[in-house]
Each structure stands twice: as structure tokens, then as C-alpha cells.
């Protein structure tokens, strides 16, 4: 007699789950099987959770998806045992803790996100961590699918081509911007009354006070101090490099003493480390700007301005590369790049994306030109002087080769790697088994993907 094929013997454990299990809890049921694997009720109601507790509306639909996306996560896991695809567990256990400060930051703190959730933190952290983790294999495993796709110049036009003069998009006006940022740097004077809170905290710390109250309490960093100063586990280029020194300087439960950053005076702990990555916590003091600082800001800015029109040729680039106190864009010529499409570093930017401070100064101004000095306010809540230089501006168009090949670019690239992912999973799809439960059955996105593969068919016994 043959054995019995893998297929046909999951098909009997399925139905008979299905129909004869009772679960002790309602949500304790399989919903579909996926090869060897399996998806529980359980883990659809714990991601839903998740989106829940990270702003998203109550929608059925959304149950329909995460089953989907289990099912391809699945897909893709097991294909990546076969081709040796890992991660690591620190790189999981680095994610799970970034997912959570997220999640405990949008529910307005630990407590908060445990009452949403009927269970701790820690619980709920090992609840998913296998999911996270699978999730993490599955994306790398994605990315060796599509790591070689590429498009030529020939590719892109013959995508252009493709697409009906109805269907072309329609581009917004874009420009390319400058700038010149100068910030407010206070002398030691200034910054020595920030620097002794922080050792009058730190004192305090010593004394026996809890660290984590004081972060809540008294640290400037809006990110971590709704978590007692907790940063959970990092990699030594996660911080500035002062920062990094103490935290991979110190061992388990050592405290720094009080150092200055480009963010201003902290002093941390060191919580646990793993390899090349640390856990602390810390309280930041970050120093006000005062009035005399921000006037020399405008004093530095004006010589600048004057020096870009004394002489017409001067080179912006050079001149922002050289006085810009803005890391992110000296080093690109004092040039923007598109926050929203960061992968291709492009510094055309809608207008409708601008910084509106931005967007109303460079209304009135003429390409070439450079904007005075004036005084910004940015997201942190900083004021900066800025020069605002307009290199180009092109206005509201329908797509064309000439003026946005390299979008068109992007779109045909992302066009070739979803239909080489979608012929991948449909192959895998036909070679697999797939059972889903009748409660998922009806969804849209999970039709056809139910299946009983070939070999499993034509499997006979004599």
C-alpha cells in the first residue's frame, strides 16, 4: 500500500478539527492550514489587536486581510527553510521592543496599552514574538525573491507605453529647494543651569529615587520618558556617538555620569546587553534656546546671505555644505530630498509636501533666486534661521519620459517585482496545500486560494 500523501493526511486532521473540536476558548480554532503550518483564530484576534491598539478602525475587512497575510507569510517562511533564510534573535528581540514603544506611545502609556490589551507587556511580547519573527523571515525571504530585479531605460519606456492616456497620472507641482540652516548655539554660560538639573537628577537617582518616575517626570525625551527613560535594545549606530560610548562603555545596572550631546545633557543606564546590542534607559535635559543665541543665529545667517549676493556666480552649494548646521542636507548641497520617497533620493518634492513655512516663502520666489534670513519654527520645536534657495519648478502635469522618468522608474519597478511576487505565489499556491475555514471562505481576498495541490489528487491507494 503507498503512504498516504502529506496533503491528504492534513486535509483529514483539518476537517476533523473543524468539525468535531471544541475549544475551550472561542478564538482557540484553526482557520486554515498553509502546507505543515497553521493559522488559529487566536493569532488573527492577537494581530487584529495590534492594529487596533495602533489607531485602526473596527472593520471586518481587516480580519479578511491578516488571514491573507498569514497565509503568504506562511508561504514565504517555509520556502525560506528550505533556502537557509534566518534572522537573528536579537534582531527579533530589537524588534519587538521597537514595536511596542510604538504601540505603548500612540495608547498614551504602559498602563493604558495592558488595559486595552487585558494582559502585560510581557506577556504580550512573548504572545507575538514567533509571529514577528516569522513575519521578519518571511520579509527577508521576499527580498531574495526580487533582490535581482532591475529595470532598464527600455523597460521604463515600454511601461510608459503600456498605460492608457486615461490612466496616466497627473503630477503635482514639484520644485527642487535649498537651504542654509543656521541653529542657535548657546555659550557654556548659557547651557550650565540645564547641565546641573541633570546632576541634580542624577544625584537624586543615586539617593535611591526611582529612575524610571524622574524620566516621567523630567525628561525632554518626548519618546522614552512616557516609558521611564527606556529605550529598549539598540545597536551602537542607533545612537550619537557620545551617547554610544557610555552605553557600550558600561556594564549591567552601571550608571554614566552626566554628558553632553548634540540634544543636550544626559545620563543613562545600562540595563542588560546582547552581543552588539544594548538596553538602557536615560533622562535627557535639553537646554532652551535663549534670545541672545538665536540672535546670533541671525547675525551668522545675514553674512551669509550677503556673501551668496555679493557675488551672482557663488556656488549654493558650496556655500551650504560649508555654513549649514543641517546634517541632513549639507552634505546633498544644502538640497531637500523628498521625505516620501526617500529610496531614490530625489529632490523634486511636491509642493503640497512642503513644510507650508517653506511652501508660503518659496511662493513668491523666482527660480534661482535665495530667499532672505528668516526665522523658522521646525517639528521639535526649534527655531532656526534659514536661506532658502529655489533651484527648480515645474507645474502640474500629466506623466511624460522627459520630465518624470525617473518616477516612472520607480513605478515600473514596483510594476515587474509585484507581478515576478505574484507568479511566485501563485506557483506556490498550486504546489501547496490550502485549507480555509468556511468563516474565511467568503472573503474576497481569500478567493482561489484555497486549494488540494495535483499530487495530492492523482495520490491513489490500491
Known sequence: MRKIGIAIFLSIVLTASFAQAQPVRNLDKIVAVVGSSIVLKSDVELRYANYLASGGQPNDKVRCEIVQSFITQKLLAQQAVIDSVTVKDDEVDNEVDRRMRGMISRAGGQDRLEQFLGRSV??????????????????????????????????????????????????????????????????????????????????????????????????????????????????????????????????????????????????????????????????????????????????RADSVYLLLNKNKNTDFSAVASYYSDDKETKYNGGMMLNAENVETRTTYIPTDKLDPQVALTIDTMKVGEVSQPQLFTEQTGKKVYKILYLKSATDAHKANLKQDFPKLKAAALDDKTNRVISEWFEKRRKETFVKIDPEFEVCPELKGWANVPMSAQSTKTP
Not at 136 to 145: C, E, L, P
Not at 231 to 237: K, P, Q, S, T, Y
Request: aromatic share 10%; charged share 35%.
Open 122 to 299: 510581557i506577556q504580550y511580547k512573548d504572545e507575538i514574538r514567533d509571529d514577528i519573527k516569522e513575519n521578519m523571515v518571511a520579509t527577508r525571504m521576499r527580498g531574495k525573491i526580487t533582490e535581482k530585479i532591475n529595470v532598464t531605460p527600455l523597460d521604463v519606456e515600454n511601461y510608459f507605453k503600456k498605460l492608457s492616456k486615461d490612466s496616466l497620472p497627473t503630477f503635482n507641482k514639484e520644485v527642487e529647494v535649498g537651504e542654509i540652516v543656521f541653529q542657535p548655539k548657546m555659550d557654556k554660560e548659557e547651557k550650565e543651569p540645564y547641565r546641573q538639573k541633570a546632576e541634580e537628577l542624577l544625584a537624586r537617582v543615586k539617593k535611591g529615587e526611582d529612575f524610571g518616575n524622574l524620566a516621567r517626570l523630567y525628561s525632554n525625551d518626548t519618546g522614552s520618558a512616557g516609558d521611564g527613560g527606556d529605550l529598549g535594545f539598540a545597536d551602537r549606530n542607533t545612537f550619537v556617538k557620545e551617547f554610544a560610548a557610555w552605553a557600550f562603555k558600561l556594564k549591567a545596572g552601571e550608571m554614566s555620569p552626566v554628558f553632553e550631546t548634540e540634544y543636550g545633557f544626559h545620563f543613562l543606564q545600562v540595563i542588560e546587553r546582547r552581543g552588539e546590542q544594548v538596553h538602557v534607559r536615560h533622562i535627557l535635559i535639553m537646554p532652551s534656546v535663549t534670545e541672545a543665541s538665536i540672535e546670533r543665529a541671525k547675525k
